[in-house]
Each structure stands twice: as C-alpha cells, then as structure tokens.
C-alpha cells in the first residue's frame, strides 16, 4: 500500500502519525525527479505488500532538514521500521530496495 496524498508523497503531519503507530513501516526518502525513486514507487503500487510504505518527499523543506539530521545522501534510502520504532533494516538504491521489499514483505 502506498500511502498517498495527492499523489504518493506522504506530508509531515501524516508522517507524525504514521511514527506514533505501533505497527511495522517502511519508510522511504526520495524525490519526484529522481527516476529510480519515480520507478520505486510504481514496483510498490503494483506489489501486494503486507506492510504500510511511505514515500517522503525530500523536495519538501521539512522533509529535506530531516534528512539532513538523519545523515542521509543518497536516494532513494529506504528505513524499515519496526512496532517499537527501531529500525529493522535499510537499503540504498530503487533496484535493492525493490528486491528487499518483495523478498522480505
């Protein structure tokens, strides 16, 4: 499941929520002019995964100071957390992530 609002990106409201939550989530950072991010999105619509994804939008300015703080460069980065909001593992690249999350969810 995608979670979408207007679109695939997720806002920082929802994300709050969503962190709250104690359930399993994945978490990716990406932007719409990164093509593996764009291509991510779609391998994710199209599967049918058991765990709740979120797309964040690091053109977003609060989304791009947060991933700032969390040391990332590189997109997409992808965090799969677990009920207690500790992360269970990450991935750096569309393609990786993309075998990680049909694999695995």
Same mark, same amino acid.
Not at 24 to 45: D, R, S
């Given at each position: 499941? =995608? +979670?979408?609002?207007?679109?695939?990106?997720?806002?920082?409201? #929802?994300?709050?929520?969503? @962190?709250?939550? $104690?359930?399993?989530?994945?978490?990716?950072?990406?932007?719409?002019?990164?093509?593996?991010?764009?291509?991510?999105?779609?391998?994710?619509?199209?599967?049918?995964?058991?765990?709740? =994804? +979120?797309?964040?939008?690091?053109?977003?300015?609060?989304?791009? #100071?947060?991933?700032?703080? @969390?040391?990332? $460069?590189?997109?997409?980065?992808?965090?799969?957390?677990?009920?207690?909001?500790?992360?269970?593992?990450?991935?750096?690249?569309?393609?990786?992530?993309?075998?990680?999350?049909?694999?695995?969810?």
């Amino acid at each position: 499941e =995608v +979670h979408r609002r207007g679109g695939a990106w997720i806002s920082q409201y #929802e994300l709050h929520e969503v @962190l709250l939550s $104690k359930t399993k989530k994945v978490i990716i950072f990406g932007a719409p002019w990164c093509k593996p991010c764009v291509q991510l999105q779609k391998v994710v619509e199209k599967a049918d995964l058991k765990t709740p =994804v +979120h797309f964040i939008n690091l053109n977003d300015t609060w989304a791009f #100071e947060m991933a700032q703080n @969390l040391g990332v $460069k590189d997109i997409p980065l992808m965090m799969y957390i677990n009920e207690e909001g500790e992360p269970i593992a990450m991935r750096r690249g569309g393609n990786k992530i993309a075998l990680y999350l049909l694999v695995n969810l």
